[in-house]
């Protein structure tokens, strides 16, 4: 009889470590968030986010083949409008010719029916000021004044070929509204991904310059405190109520007992999103050849999946689709 147990017999080859494992991580999991940019005559790559672009009409396409060409699950896409489109109401991201809705109707016809093609249902691409919403009287921005602009964006992403909208504003009220929105409007088919916990978080940075946002100040009267947990429950019990389809966790890695929380509870799909300064952060060290890219991009993405992530978003999507089959 042995003195003590020996958990190492299961780890001692390759065959036997494959056989008892527990987290699969599979390319159909993994979503390609994508940017579409305005005015540009070649893709440009975003310095911060080393390999990502923002993406003219053609490269966005091309990117979509080969991101479904991969096997990963979906599309995410952001839209990036010139500056001097931009203004207080953010109106282009409710017009059918504004850039997302362009980029989202060259999806559909591309890869749509390959694909789950993703909108981001939020103004803060739109806006001159840079918030998620619309600006009150008082300098806040107005929750129920911004539903009204979401559910004029969400009909217009409908329309134009969006199977899931991603609602990322942190509004109150944001999933009910459009969901109300888009049955009235005939698009009761169109599914939505809530963002039902997303924190004000300083890993955001890279995207900001991503989408050429031209936010001054922070978004702490909408996103949540790092610091609190209980409340991302609350956030889910009112998402679910309000119809969402897929509910999401952002960040993920500093949120990993947020996504496990939410996994245990959720009756409907759970994703997480590994968002841009994640992917800088491995990037940058990567690069530096400080850590090894491949090795930690899917001990991230695996993490998040253990951690109780169905689906995870990430700048990584289509190389590590690549590399998982
Ligand atoms: C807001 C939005 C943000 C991201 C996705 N949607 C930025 C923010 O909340 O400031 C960030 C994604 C990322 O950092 O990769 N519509």
Redesign the pocket.
């Known amino acids: 009889m042995t003195a003590f147990d020996r958990p190492r017999r299961l780890r001692r080859t390759p065959a036997m470590r494959r056989l008892v494992a527990e987290t699969t991580l599979q390319p159909r999991q993994l979503v390609l ?1 994508m940017f579409v940019a305005d005015g540009l005559t070649e893709p440009r790559e975003i310095s911060s986010m080393p390999g990502v672009y923002q993406h003219t009409m053609d490269s966005l396409r091309k990117a979509a083949v080969e991101a479904v060409g991969a096997g990963v699950g979906g599309l995410m896409l ?1 839209g990036v409008p010139l500056p001097e489109d931009k203004d207080a109401t953010g109106s282009l991201a409710s017009d059918p010719d504004g850039i997302l809705n362009r980029g989202l109707r060259a999806l559909a016809e591309e890869v749509g029916g390959a694909t789950v093609v993703m909108a ?1 249902t ?1 103004l ?2 739109f806006t001159d000021h840079g918030h ?1 919403g619309v600006i009150g009287s008082d300098g806040a921005v107005d929750n129920d004044a911004t539903l009204h602009r979401y559910v004029e964006m969400a009909l217009s992403q409908a329309a134009a070929g969006a199977d899931l909208l ?1 609602t ?2 942190m509004m109150d009220g944001q999933v009910a509204a459009i969901r109300r929105g888009l049955d009235a409007g005939g698009h009761t088919d169109t599914a939505i991904l809530a963002y039902a916990a ?1 924190y004000a ?1 300083a ?6 310059e ?1 989408v050429g ?1 031209s ?1 001054q100040g922070d ?1 702490r009267t909408y ?1 949540q405190d790092p610091a609190n947990r209980r409340e991302s429950l609350r956030e889910l019990e009112l998402d679910l109520a309000e119809g969402a389809d897929i509910v999401m966790v ?2 993920a890695m500093s949120y990993l007992d947020i996504l496990r929380d939410v996994a245990d509870r959720s009756t409907v799909p759970v994703a997480a ?1 590994q ?3 994640e ?1 800088s952060m491995i990037t940058a060290a990567a690069e530096r050849g400080w850590i090894d890219r491949r090795d930690s991009i899917l001990e991230s993405l695996i993490g998040i999946r253990r951690a109780g992530a169905d689906i995870v978003l990430t ?1 990584s999507a289509t190389e590590a689709a690549h590399w998982l089959s």
Not at 203 to 208: L, S, V
């Open positions: 968030p952001f981001d939020c803060d691409e998620c991603g990322s504003g997303k978080s890993f955001y940075g890279p995207f900001r991503a946002s936010l978004r996103q952002k960040p999103y968002i841009s300064g992917y700048y």
